[in-house]
């Protein structure tokens, strides 16, 4: 028997004649019947719905938990205004990434998302952290609905959620069920992520595919989606061995928590983050990586210099359907970082040719108002 872990939606992708798998311990839809590359597409053009009840949903109470988190956290949390959410990073003492999580100041209390691969260490890092707070983690259901039509179907479900904008976040309810929403998600389109109670979970769902524009897209689909819009998988493109500079997020870093900021430093791992986003000295970083054929170019791929010199590894990587082109991130050495760069990529004892691009490859659809 599976020891997997299933999400309050189970049945109903098993109804939707979803193939599943193995991701983060739980048992989840790759692909439905539509297929990856049309999944993909249709979110693009349309309005996609993700399951995505497999990440830890974490409520904080206690006094002042934005300001406790704060110690553990790189960003600037205790300037973030009610009702709005912030992208942060746990990091060890030697500047690692111990995870990536989403915080929102929810008034009285903070609400958070983590990674399902990491919802157990973080659990304990928060309670050896912060042991004069209540740390709840709640079996909720999480929802996420993405594209450019998403707006539109949101406006017939729930008309108050469309005055968010992104990174805001906001409680309502969509025919009778009570939702938390945030204007967010992983795919770089505008859209929201909505947290549902899990009994109820099935019936939001449900109502959310009735829609014309909607269709339930699969984690393949949400690779190749996130891919595009340059947008980090833990595990992969961070882990506990890369800093926020070398990934290229130095901007998670809040400037209040940089040097000479008002509450400068005071996180694990400050005293190396901090050194590396003053004085750059960081040996390598992440790149995008878009291909010149049509061959994709997987994790795992060694990266060269057309003199043969070793410079890094490919740590995502596939077939990008809004550009037509193999898209891929990887660390490289400094030295061929700067966007124009040519590296080559080993595929099958061939050296594949990919340019160093800015990232996302795609033009965000973000509602910022």
Request: charged share 25%.
């Amino acid at each position: 028997m599976s020891d997997l872990k299933t999400t309050p939606l189970h049945a109903l992708h098993q109804e939707l004649g979803a193939r599943m798998v193995p991701f983060a311990g739980y048992d989840m839809p790759v692909q439905y019947p539509l297929g990856v590359k049309k999944e993909h597409e249709h979110t693009r053009a349309a309005c996609g719905l993700f399951d995505v009840s497999h990440m830890a949903q974490v409520l904080i109470r206690g006094e002042e938990p934005l300001a406790a988190l704060e110690r553990l956290v790189c960003a600037d949390l205790v300037d973030l205004p009610q009702g709005m959410q912030r992208y942060g990073l746990f990091t060890n003492d030697q500047g690692g990434i111990l995870d990536d999580l989403m915080v929102v100041n929810a008034g009285d209390h903070v609400y958070m998302v983590v990674n399902a691969a990491c919802r157990e260490q973080d659990e304990a890092h928060l309670r050896v952290g912060l042991p004069h707070h209540d740390i709840d983690v709640v079996e909720r259901g999480l929802l996420a609905i993405q594209g450019p039509k998403t707006a539109e179907v949101m406006a017939r479900l729930c008309p108050e959620a469309c005055k968010l904008v992104f990174m805001q976040h906001g409680r309502f309810d969509i025919d009778g069920i009570p939702v938390w929403v945030s204007r967010s998600g992983y795919t770089g389109e505008d859209g929201f992520e909505i947290s549902v109670a899990a009994e109820q979970t099935e019936a939001l769902a449900r109502l959310l595919l009735a829609q014309e524009e909607v269709e339930a897209i699969g984690l393949g689909a949400r690779d190749s989606l996130r891919l595009e819009a340059g947008l980090c998988l833990y595990g992969h493109d961070i882990d506990t061995t890369t800093t926020p500079a070398e990934a290229g997020l130095i901007w998670a870093v809040g400037k209040s928590r940089r040097n000479g900021g008002e509450r400068e430093g005071g996180f694990p791992g400050a005293d190396v983050v901090l050194d590396q986003i003053a004085n750059k000295s960081q040996q390598r970083k992440r790149v995008g990586l878009l291909g010149e054929g049509r061959a994709p170019v997987r994790e795992g791929a060694e990266l060269y210099s057309d003199d043969g010199e070793r410079l890094g590894q490919v740590t995502s990587g596939g077939f990008g359907p809004a550009v037509g082109k193999p898209v891929a991130m990887g660390y490289v050495n400094l030295s061929h970082a700067e966007i124009g760069t040519t590296v080559y990529a080993e595929v099958r004892g061939k050296r594949l040719p990919m340019l160093v691009t800015k990232m996302p490859v795609i033009t965000p659809g973000y509602y910022r108002g």
